[in-house]
């Protein structure tokens, strides 16, 4: 096992598995060895030159860059010696780097991960509402790491860990440790119990509503509102159908793919959303989701047949 010195304090680096050094280009896997590291709290991925291997520091910050974008997560080079002038040639082009028990060049991964008590959460998050939602709904495993959910969600390693502090702070789930210091987000198994301890917690995923003519390919988006309910119940359709999409591609897309937006009528309503849809049954979001954005609606009939579609889940 290796260990190296930050600071004065020892850390733990991880080797990687061969499946995961298979994901970048052959010179690099066989010019470094490749460890993960968790330094406070943050997940990152650690490059040791294979002895007698050299690389300039502008080389370095290539790699570090082409690496950021295969695992997500941020580049630290472990280096044996260093000189002077790439010492400060890697600090300029602000490439991470350690020198066991010497030098650290790690002022971004400070600022991100500095020890700052957390305020403490009143409500979930978007990314921590996508998570407990998808965790009740079956579509995605309990017990997992942020690093495992960058695999199998739309969110990055960091937003994850955010995520974690938020439904830990909640009570919600609880973070464990395995032998390799990676945090794991635990779960309780009885999901129609944890469903309503989380119930005051939860946000309504509209953040806006918001009307059209016209959609150009409108079957690439989510049925939502009383369209995804008539999909999932018994209720009958709205003659004007309602469209779920998330805020990021709003801002991408609504001059592209949307005509006549106003905030009153149309042919459309576009319910913009704070997180990306939850992959449920075929073009429709996920029920939960579907519930909290109906929550406002006091149609008795729609309350009828949110409680009932609720009550299938579990």
């Not at 943050?42 to 502008?58: A, C, N, T």
């Not at 946000?203 to 509503?209: A, D, G, K, L, N």
């Amino acid at each position: 096992m290796k260990t190296i010195s930050i600071a004065g304090k020892e850390y733990t680096l991880t080797a990687f598995e061969e499946e995961k050094k298979r994901m970048v280009w052959v010179e690099a896997r066989i010019s470094f060895n490749f460890y993960s590291l968790e330094y406070k709290g943050m997940l990152v991925v650690v490059l040791e030159p294979k002895d007698g291997i050299h690389f300039s520091p502008r080389q370095l910050r290539l790699i570090a860059q082409r690496m950021t974008e295969i695992y997500k997560l941020p580049i630290v080079f472990l280096l044996n010696n260093i000189r002077y002038t790439d010492r400060n040639r890697l600090i300029e082009q602000d490439v991470f780097f350690v020198v066991s028990g010497k030098y650290v060049f790690l002022p971004n991964l400070l600022i991100m991960t500095r020890d700052i008590e957390p305020r403490l959460a009143t409500v979930l998050s978007p990314v921590a509402q996508w998570i407990l939602l998808a965790y009740l709904q079956g579509k995605i495993p309990n017990n997992q790491t942020a690093d495992e959910l960058t695999q199998t969600t739309p969110f990055q390693y960091v937003t994850l860990t955010r995520a974690f502090r938020v439904l830990e702070s909640l009570n919600l789930c609880h973070i464990e440790s395995d032998e390799a210091r990676y945090k794991h987000a635990v779960f309780e198994e009885d999901r129609h119990s944890l469903f309503n301890a989380a119930k005051p917690y939860m946000i309504s995923p509209v953040r806006e509503r918001v009307y059209c003519d016209e959609v150009a390919n409108a079957t690439q988006y989510k049925q939502a509102g009383i369209s995804a309910l008539a999909h999932y119940t018994a209720l009958n359709p709205e003659e004007m159908q309602t469209i779920a999409i998330p805020v990021t591609q709003w801002r991408k897309r609504q001059e592209k793919d949307f005509a006549g937006i106003n905030p009153y009528e149309g042919n459309y309503c576009v319910e913009i959303w704070k997180y990306e849809p939850i992959c449920d049954d075929g073009n429709a979001v996920d029920k939960l989701s579907l519930a909290l954005s109906l929550q406002d609606d006091h149609d008795p009939r729609v309350e009828k047949e949110v409680s009932q579609m609720i009550e299938q889940i579990w």
